[in-house]
T-cell receptor, first 114, second 111 residues
């Protein structure tokens, strides 16, 4: 997990609320990613960013938003438009913007909607 | 998307035995990577094999890649209880496309 921090570790949200998950890296990596993982499932890509001030939608971007104002930070907002947000969220980063590198993962945030 | 598919979904072995996990994919790739995830934690990268490579080793890990069959295998030799985790393959297609992860194999090593 070293070099990438996610906070909080656990997050509870009431229906209809937006919440923001934090992801910070001190590895000087260009690219950053957000994934969603449901129980017993693999990772599904929500958004990714190859450089500052630019990001692209992944496979399941609906109901989520991101920003990349600084190289080291890539926060994810889960909006009220996301109908089933309860999941484990993982942030990752990789060296270059070319997307071919290995990814380094944070410890994850478990989001529960009450 | 060209999601990799791991087989088996779950595997239970005794300590000291070898564990083999397989990954199949559908379209051509630039590289294939294996990751490990302990329960409730982030993923840790294990090994990357490029499309022009056939086999790579790292400690007790051996990865093979057969691009003609669109498949890869991960072998863990002399397994330990600490190897208990989920193992994921991830494929990176040609061009500027991000990794696509499979659903993983859950490995249990019994002491």
């Amino acid at each position: 997990d070293g070099g990438i921090t996610q906070s909080p570790k656990y997050l509870f949200r009431k229906e209809g609320q937006n919440v923001t998950l934090s992801c910070e890296q001190n590895l000087n990596h260009d690219a950053m990613y957000w994934y969603r993982q449901d129980p017993g499932q693999g990772l599904r890509l929500i958004y990714y960013s190859q450089i500052v001030n630019d990001f692209q939608k992944g496979d399941i971007a609906e109901g989520y938003s991101v920003s990349r104002e600084k190289k080291e930070s890539f926060p994810l907002t889960v909006t009220s438009a996301q109908k089933n947000p309860t999941a484990f969220y993982l942030c990752a980063s990789s060296w270059t913007s070319g997307l071919t590198d290995t990814q380094y993962f944070g410890p994850g945030t478990r989001l529960t909607v009450l | 998307s060209q999601q990799g598919e791991e087989d088996p979904q779950a595997l239970s072995i005794q300590e000291g035995e070898n564990a083999t996990m397989n990954c199949s994919y559908k379209t051509s790739i630039n590289n294939l990577q294996w990751y490990r995830q302990n329960s409730g934690r982030g993923l840790v990268h294990l090994i990357l094999i490029r499309s022009n490579e056939r086999e790579k080793h790292s400690g007790r890990l051996r990865v093979t890649l057969d691009t003609s069959k669109k498949s890869s295998s991960l072998l863990i030799t002399a397994s330990r209880a600490a190897d208990t985790a989920s193992y994921f393959c991830a494929t990176q297609g040609g061009g500027n496309t991000p990794l696509v992860f499979g659903k993983g194999t859950r490995l249990s090593v019994i002491a």
